[in-house]
Structure formats: structure tokens, C-alpha cells
């Protein structure tokens, strides 16, 4: 059974950075993409930062609320994914949920989120 588990969330002054982690178990092949994605109290779920392993490098994407603030990576050998996070607004309040994509079957996974919460 896949499971995700995320964490690193947690309270941080404007301007400052959390790093966020997220841990895949259960999986023999691998997940890939792997992304971050948050949710805003009221508002959708919205795709934060992906990252694709290739063939010889990485593929990342960002959305553009968090271009040049944030930076996901991956170590494929611990099946983990990171989201590194500076420069941090309040408008980045949400909860942080992980997903990955089961390379042979497509089917997404999610995990239970991790709150973080930016304020003075």
C-alpha cells in the first residue's frame, strides 16, 4: 500500500522559509511526478510545484504565485520530495498536501497535508 507522508510544516514570520518533506513508502517502481499542492481555508486546491524525472535530469514547474520563492526537489533512492519554501508571504497560509503518480498504473496518491501558516 503507497503511502505519502508529509512533513516540516508550522508557524513562520513573513519573509521567512520552511522546508517541506514528503516521504513515499509501499512503492516498488516509484513515483513519478511528484508535486506539492495547497489549500487556502475556502478556497480550491491548487497545484503548487512539480517535479518529473527524466530520462538523464529532472523536470520542475512552478505556479506563478510561487516562482523564484520556492524550489521542489527529489531523492529518488529515499523516495522523497522536498519543497523549499523562502520568502514566505501570508498569502501562503494553506495546507501542503503531496501526491505522487504510480509510474505503471496512473493513479494518483495523496497525503494528509501538513498545515503551514505564515503570520506575524
Not at 11 to 30: E, Y
Request: glycine share 12%.
Amino acid at each position: 500500500q503507497v503511502q505519502l507522508v508529509e512533513s516540516g510544516g508550522g508557524l513562520v514570520q513573513p519573509g521567512g522559509s520552511l522546508r517541506l518533506s514528503c516521504a513515499a513508502s509501499g512503492t516498488k517502481i516509484g513515483l513519478n511526478p511528484m508535486g506539492w499542492h495547497r489549500q487556502a481555508p475556502g478556497k480550491q486546491r491548487e497545484l503548487v510545484a512539480t517535479i518529473t524525472r527524466g530520462a538523464s535530469r529532472m523536470y520542475d514547474g512552478y505556479a506563478d504565485s510561487v516562482k523564484g520563492r520556492f524550489t521542489i526537489s527529489r531523492d529518488n533512492a529515499k523516495n522523497t520530495v522536498y519543497l523549499q519554501m523562502n520568502s514566505l508571504k501570508p498569502e501562503d497560509t494553506a495546507v501542503y498536501f503531496c501526491s505522487g503518480t504510480d509510474e505503471i498504473t496512473r493513479k494518483v496518491y495523496w497525503g494528509q497535508g501538513t498545515q503551514v501558516t505564515v503570520s506575524s
